[in-house]
């Protein structure tokens, strides 16, 4: 197992399973077991090796540290690849109900190996990546999905829009994060699916919803609504001072 001292720069990859506590005892047993066994056949699958990880469970949670070495890229792309495959596997010898559903992120900078964990806000901004209500978001929207993936804006660009994977920009959706302390810029996969936006109206109708301008979904935003019956239509022969109005332009037939 890779060791260092200090704060080193580090790929943070932390995993969740999906609605865990509305399942029963036997249940949370089997899934505690099996994600870290799904998580090595996908990381043997793209030739990494996490004996090598410094590794940190928590029940149906899993934060994994690695010093950054090169692979960042494999394990954007082929990880996530042989992982969807292990859990599309796994949920198809199971009753829907008993589905394995992950929300993932990734991200990097400094980390330390400290006495009760891991320190620094790389981790912090890990962990608040994983809450993120985009991942909630993005499994409820896409029943049929097995995984969403969060990449921090910094790996995003030095992975995916470096051009070293085989991935593309078509394949995410930028977002913005804002959890407790957090706020930051991050690229949502639902490998397989659309990254949609939530669907108004749906099941997640309560969710504020996405500006439409190609920019980042930051949730709540400020909203402009015009009612028909609140407009007046004026005809002006003379300069007029329109500083401060809102002004439209019509046919005589509106």
Known sequence: MAEWSGFYPCTCIAV???????NNDRRQSEIQHDLPRILSRAARGTGLDRSQWHIQPKGDEELAVHPMDGT?????????????????????????????????????????????????????TTARLLSSRHLYDALRTNDGADLALLLSDDVYRSTVAGGHTTLSAADFRCVTVREKECEAVAWLQVPGHVAHHPVAGGP???????????????????????????????????????????????????
């Open 16 to 22: 969740d399973a999906q609605a865990y506590g509305g």
């Open 72 to 124: 960042e890229p494999r394990l954007v792309d082929d990880f996530v690849r042989h992982l969807v495959a292990e859990l599309r596997e796994y949920n198809g010898m199971r009753v829907p109900t008993a589905r394995m559903r992950l929300r993932a992120a990734i991200h990097h900078g400094p980390v330390e190996l400290a006495d009760n964990g891991f320190a620094g806000s790389t981790v912090v």
């Open 204 to 254: 997640l109708a309560d969710r504020p919803q996405p500006p439409t301008d190609g920019g980042p979904d930051d949730g709540p935003s400020a909203r402009h609504d015009y009612r028909s019956e609140q407009i007046s239509v004026n005809h002006f022969t003379a300069p007029v001072d329109l500083r401060g109005g809102v002004v439209g332009f019509g046919s005589a037939s509106g």
